[in-house]
């Protein structure tokens, strides 16, 4: 069991570009979220995904931000049009299955420290 | 709002000292609260969560309601326990996500 794989570990963008990153959840785990820190901050929710469903995303900023989680392959976070703010450690977690143990247990990635010039 | 309030950014303690790392929350619910530890250059892992009310490390955390507080504490401080310690507390919102609120951290320093 590998855990929770993100890449990529670090990430550098210019103002404007788009930053894609990637997050495998534990496997047989459907349920990711994905956390934000910055810097001298305790981590903040941002989005929770089901297997091609968005159950909660009411830490998403409202623009350039999006998520994603489909039926094969990674989670993605896309933040189009990068500015300086959006520095930070962003990290993913994983949970299983309603009804299995450790439900409530979340189990977290490296995180990808993304980084805006 | 839900908040979860870490007031000791760092802590510093000798080997074999008592540690406490407090941890105070406001919540209209029940709480679930949990203790995250991150250790240099690793994943933050889960290291105790009050409704298994067990011992990991020999940590342990009791839940206060009365004081709204859910306080990390070790009788004798390792060097290993050296880490940055986050309180979090899951709320439930929309669509089942239990999703986690943390505190801004504590960074545990254990000296020789």
């Known amino acids: 069991n590998a855990g929770v794989m993100q890449n990529p570990r670090h990430l550098v963008r210019r103002r404007g570009q788009e930053a894609r990153l990637r997050c495998s959840p534990v496997?047989?785990?459907?349920?990711v979220y994905w956390y934000r820190q910055l810097p001298e901050e305790g981590l903040k929710f941002m989005v929770y995904l089901q297997k091609e469903n968005i159950i909660d995303e009411s830490g998403m900023p409202k623009e350039r931000f999006s998520a994603e989680f489909p039926k094969e392959g990674p989670s993605i976070l896309r933040i189009q049009q990068v500015v300086r703010g959006d520095s930070a450690a962003y990290f993913c977690a994983s949970s299983p299955l309603p009804g299995l143990q450790d439900t409530d247990t979340q189990y977290f990635g490296p995180g990808t420290r993304l980084t805006v010039l | 709002a839900q908040r979860v309030t870490q007031p000791e950014k760092l802590l510093s303690v000798f080997k074999g000292a008592p540690v406490e790392l407090k941890c105070n929350y406001s919540?209209?619910?029940?709480?679930?609260l949990f203790w995250y530890v991150q250790y240099s250059r690793q994943r933050l892992q889960l290291l105790l969560r009050?409704?298994s009310r067990e011992s990991i490390k020999g940590f342990t955390a009791d839940l206060n309601k009365g004081e709204t507080s859910f306080h990390l504490k070790k009788p004798f401080a390792q060097e290993e326990d050296s880490a940055m310690y986050y309180c979090?507390?899951?709320?439930?919102?929309?669509?089942?996500?239990?999703?986690?609120?943390f505190g801004k951290g504590t960074k545990l320093t254990v000296n020789p």
């Open positions: 496997k047989g785990h459907s349920h």
């Open positions: 009050h409704i």
């Open positions: 919540y209209s619910g029940s709480p679930e």
């Open positions: 979090a507390l899951s709320e439930e919102a929309q669509g089942g996500s239990e999703k986690l609120v």
